[in-house]
């Protein structure tokens, strides 16, 4: 099997495992309700339309919340309050790179950030890119080879089918987090500070809540999640990021020039400071992930995706 052939079955399996997030999600209050109903009413109602049931309203409404939250979230960033001629300049960049890759040019939004990146969403309210103006200010080859990275997961409509997942990915990823600070949490007073209460005459006997007992909730919350966690993990390993390369192969195919830009402002993301300027909303969506540590292995990915991009964007041999 060649290597095009085990990416593209990669992506489908991630694609399911995505679709499956908000189905998990669903099936917690629907299935149960759909078990009582034929167990105590006696209605003609199983597990197994209970599953289905959840599927449809799950996939439903991701897909439905998806691009609201998108838009909610643009319209609360910084706007980079740009002047009429610089503005118009940009739209022409977006306007001719999208002609380029074959979409049509989706409306801009340049937002105040210190991070170096774009990020492009689709859905029923039509496509949305989103860029900050410190990417703008790169040269113009590593500027327009960004973009042409957000146009080309337009073309492709991954960019809809990742915006349409989000609301599952984002409530898995809080509640998860949630967890894991449950399970990591420590007394807050030090010994030292027991001992600076005692002379001050100040000193509780014991803990109001025992840090063991944050640990115990913390594993109940993960036990509860894991069943949504497992293929949201799945989904941004083999999907999103295996969408990413996908993109970085088809921007390499458009010239040299295209391929070392892309490098360039790539390495440029992640190594400049800015990331928490960057919502992490949008990371899914964006040429570069700017996920903290924490929600990065939560997520289950790392900084070794963006290594491994940047290796093959500088290797000589074709992708």
């Known amino acids: 099997m060649s290597s095009g052939s085990i990416e593209r079955a990669s992506a489908v399996v991630g694609a399911l495992a995505l679709a499956t997030v908000p189905v998990v999600l669903a099936a917690i209050p629907v299935v149960p309700l759909a078990w009582l109903l034929g167990t105590v009413g006696g209605l003609d109602v199983g597990v197994g339309i209970g599953v289905l049931v959840a599927a449809v309203v799950g996939i439903a409404t991701s897909a439905a919340l998806g691009p609201v939250l998108v838009d909610r979230r643009i319209a609360r960033l910084p706007s980079a309050d740009l002047d009429d001629r610089p503005a118009a300049f940009i739209d022409s960049r977006v306007e001719a790179v999208a002609e380029a890759v074959g979409v049509d040019p989706p409306p801009v939004t340049a937002v105040r950030a210190e991070a170096a990146n774009v990020a492009v969403a689709d859905g029923f309210r039509g496509p949305r890119l989103v860029v900050s103006t410190r990417l703008l200010s790169l040269p113009a080859a590593d500027r327009d080879a960004a ?152 997520r289950g990915t790392s900084r070794q995706e963006a290594r491994v991009r940047l290796a093959r964007l500088r290797s000589k041999r074709a992708m």
């Open 147 to 298: 973009l042409r990275h957000a146009m080309v997961r337009l073309r492709t409509r991954e960019a809809a089918f990742t915006t349409a997942a989000l609301p599952g990915l984002v409530a898995v990823e809080t509640v998860t987090l949630l967890a894991t600070l449950l399970v990591g949490r420590r007394s807050d007073r030090s010994p030292a500070d027991r001992r600076v209460n005692r002379i001050h005459g100040y000193e509780p006997d014991r803990e109001r809540i025992p840090g063991p007992a944050y640990a115990v909730a913390g594993l109940l919350v993960w036990l509860v999640a894991l069943p949504a966690w497992i293929p949201a993990v799945v989904g941004d390993r083999l999907f999103v990021a295996g969408r990413r390369r996908a993109a970085d192969a088809a921007v390499s195919r458009a010239g040299e020039t295209e391929r070392d830009g892309l490098a360039n402002a790539v390495a440029f993301a992640g190594e400049a400071a800015g990331a928490a300027d960057w919502p992490p909303l949008f990371d899914r969506l964006s040429l570069v992930s700017m996920a903290d540590d924490e929600t990065g292995r939560v």
